[in-house]
């Protein structure tokens, strides 16, 4: 099964990672990619160079350029984990937030990709 764990923090309070983190994180991810449990990760830019495409009722779609600021909080990153289990996810979400330490306030929503092996595709 395919997890999406995305990575959520306060924009405006961004930290930059120290040089400690960088290589803790480059070597989970090694080890979680060789094993086959990491499929691909990765942060994102500011909302600043972001846009919102919506689709309204109607078929009409509107644009709106970042940054987003009616948003506290925004997705920061992502991995995509393959998984055995929702728990075995859960504790790969666990281990990348474990390495940020104490000094940040993060948070992950965990969600599990429609695909084949989960009966069911998005349509």
């Not at 990619?33 to 691909?40: A, I, K, M, P």
């Not at 919506?54 to 009409?60: A, E, K, P, T």
């Not at 666990?94 to 092996?117: A, D």
Request: net charge negative; aromatic share 6%.
């Amino acid at each position: 099964m395919r997890f999406l764990s995305m990575i959520r923090g306060d924009e405006s309070a961004a930290q930059a990672p120290s040089e400690q983190l960088m290589a803790d994180m480059g070597q989970l991810i090694d080890e979680l990619t060789r094993s086959g449990q990491l499929v691909s990760t990765a942060g994102l830019r500011p909302t600043s160079e972001g846009a919102r495409v919506r689709l309204h009722r109607g078929g009409q779609l509107s644009v709106v350029d970042g940054p987003f600021t009616e948003t506290k909080e925004v997705i920061a990153g992502y991995a995509i984990f393959e998984a055995a289990s929702r728990e075995e996810a859960l504790e790969l979400t666990k281990r990348f937030l474990r390495l940020h330490g104490t000094e940040w306030n993060l948070e992950c929503e965990l969600r599990q990709i429609y695909g084949p092996e989960a009966g069911c595709t998005a349509s």
